[in-house]
T-cell receptor, first 111, second 113 residues
Framework: DAGVTQSPTHLIKTRGQQVTLRCSPK?????VSWYQQALGQGPQFIFQ???????QRGNFPDRFSGHQFPNYSSELNVNALLLGDSALYLC??????????FGPGTRLTVT | DQQVKQNSPSLSVQEGRISILNCDYT??????FLWYKKYPAEGPTFLIS?????DKNEDGRFTVFLNKSAKHLSLHIVPSQPGDSAVYFC????????????FGAGTQVVVTP
């Protein structure tokens, strides 16, 4: 079992650009959550997807959007990138009311 | 609005001794609490959890204590081992909005020989 996988590992973008990050959940998991972890901080909840719909959302602007596919994989899209969007983006998968398993993250740098 | 606080950014402990990590939360509506461990270049790994109906949960060397009246939880690691050196995050959530975890800023634990 490969666990939760994320791509790419690292990404450098310019302010104003758009970015898409990808996540494949652990086998058997149907729920995907996305978190943003700034340097020196804990992960902050962005949103959660279940049955291809956004089920919950944290305090992030509409520039952050997502999608879940029928195979449960997920994408996180960020539009109009700001310097403050530079962070580690973590994807976590779970099966309903069980603990979340995290991927290694995508390090996004906005210049 | 920081609803979860880990006030000790770092902790150094000798191998074989006890490590005690603390976490405070502000909202009494949280009813499920977790600890995660993170190594560099890896995602957080689930360690142990406790629901609000209990005040203690034990799993091997790891014990989590919950004091609901003080809105405080702690993680005890006994005995500490060099492989325990990592960043530890506490996380809280409400079971009626399961999966929307709120994390503390983390405590860096260093276990010295």
């Amino acid at each position: 079992d490969a666990g939760v996988t994320q791509s790419p590992t690292h990404l450098i973008k310019t302010r104003g650009q758009q970015v898409t990050l990808r996540c494949s959940p652990k086998s058997g998991h149907d729920t995907v959550s996305w978190y943003q972890q700034a340097l020196g901080q804990g992960p902050q909840f962005i949103f959660q997807y279940y049955e291809e719909e956004e089920r919950q959302r944290g305090n992030f602007p509409d520039r952050f959007s997502g999608h879940q596919f029928p195979n449960y994989s997920s994408e996180l899209n960020v539009n109009a990138l700001l310097l403050g969007d530079s962070a580690l983006y973590l994807c976590a998968s779970s099966s309903q009311y069980y603990e979340q398993y995290f991927g290694p993250g995508t390090r996004l740098t906005v210049t | 609005d920081q609803q979860v606080k880990q006030n000790s950014p770092s902790l150094s402990v000798q191998e074989g001794r006890i490590s005690i990590l603390n976490c405070d939360y502000t909202n009494s509506m949280f009813d499920y609490f977790l600890w995660y461990k993170k190594y560099p270049a890896e995602g957080p790994t689930f360690l142990i959890s406790i629901s609000s109906i209990k005040d203690k949960n034990e799993d091997g060397r790891f014990t989590v204590f919950l004091n609901k009246s003080a809105k405080h939880l702690s993680l005890h690691i006994v005995p500490s081992q060099p492989g325990d050196s990592a960043v530890y995050f506490c996380a809280v959530c409400r079971t009626d909005s399961w999966g929307k975890f709120q994390f503390g800023a983390g405590t860096q634990v260093v276990v010295t020989p």
